[in-house]
């Protein structure tokens, strides 16, 4: 049975991918580490979390001695790495934060992966998952390929442009099997509620204010997150070592035209009248650095394995709203706090 770790996989993206791989390949076993900081919620993979072949860590990947000394135990065959600070604000007010968790915890995963492998990679895997913000801004026209520079413009973006280079350098220096995925903005059901999409709709449905940075001008690709958990399955397992890929969802937004998309799908769900919730929509103090526009080209990835997005937007973006309108136990335990007990009373004792 092969052993894959997950790294990061009770936040938003990888508790997708942890779903996806417990019930696309029973014969895994999937190890789930997770610090389980604010943006860590084991509620999200309440569904699958008594599967045979699912067990859960509590580690954090800045422990270097730690993560070690589980890679001794575990015995692993392969890391799918999504453990990371991923919100811009949070960086700009802290960025050694990120620089700790998003670079050091990469090469602490790294090193305790090429110390128990001793150099032999056959049937073993670090897959790295990252941003398209590392590639910096667009103008109008172009989109990012596996072979834009980078140029990262906030401490987040430059921390996964740091951890990228390094997991290159462990594949060119160590002969380690490395692949890195490179992905759009992502939307979906099990969002953390600081992010756009989940923000928005949460605020909508309390009529507060929903803020949006600036005139609203940036442009976002945005990536069904299961699409996004798919693209993962299909370059883990298709992908040819040290190779790159983009994933994008081919949907193009600018936020104040997603802004007012979204409340008119939530004037349809809440039955409001049509323009209700627009006249929640508050133009704010625009984010410091913030780039006017990504748009990833996934081409290769298409070409070479397969792999292209199954939803438009329009359809993404109802069939989330209609999830966290499903799920308002879920919403406000994340927004009251009470989702950081899920741990305490469900997995302290196993």
């Avoid at 999200?44 to 072949?53: A, C, G, I, S």
């Amino acid at each position: 049975m092969k052993k894959i770790l997950i790294t990061g996989g009770a936040g938003f993206i990888g508790s997708h991918v942890v779903r996806r791989f417990l019930i696309n390949y029973p014969q895994y076993e999937v190890v789930n580490l997770d610090a389980l900081t604010y943006a860590g919620n084991l509620a999200n993979l309440k569904d699958v979390e008594n599967l045979p072949n699912y067990r859960f860590l509590k580690a954090d990947i800045t422990d270097a001695k730690l993560i070690s000394q589980i890679f001794q135990a575990e015995n692993f065959d392969a890391v799918i790495h999504l453990a990371a600070e991923s919100h811009v604000d949070r960086s700009i007010a802290d960025p050694n934060a990120f620089v700790i968790t998003n670079v050091l915890g990469t090469v602490n995963l790294l090193n305790a992966a090429r110390e128990y492998w001793k150099g032999s990679y056959h049937e073993k895997r670090f897959y790295h998952v990252s941003t398209d913000e590392v590639y910096g801004a667009l103008g109008d026209e172009g989109m990012f390929t596996e072979t834009t520079a980078y140029d990262p413009h906030s401490p987040y973006s430059a921390s996964k442009a740091s951890s990228d280079h390094f997991v290159r350098a462990y594949h060119d220096t160590y002969g380690m099997d490395c692949v890195i995925s490179n992905c759009s903005n992502n939307y979906g059901s099990h969002h953390f509620p600081e992010k756009l999409i989940p923000l928005a709709i949460n605020n909508i449905k309390n009529n507060k204010p929903v803020p949006v940075y600036g005139k609203g001008e940036n442009v976002r690709d945005w990536l069904w997150v299961e699409d996004h958990a798919r693209a993962i399955d299909v370059i883990f397992h298709g992908a040819k070592s040290g190779e790159t890929y983009n994933i994008g969802g081919h949907n193009e937004w600018k936020n104040i035209d997603l802004i007012r998309l979204l409340c008119e799908v939530m004037d349809e769900k809440l039955n409001r009248e049509k323009g209700e919730s627009a006249k929640l929509i508050t133009f704010v103090t625009d984010r410091a650095g913030h780039d006017l526009r990504y748009a990833i080209d996934s081409t290769k990835l298409q070409n070479e394995l397969n792999w292209v997005p199954s939803l438009q937007f329009e359809e993404g973006l109802a069939k989330t709203v209609d999830w966290y309108l499903a799920n308002e136990e879920w919403l406000m335990n994340v927004t009251s706090g009470n989702y950081q007990s899920y741990y305490e009373t469900q997995y302290r004792e196993r």
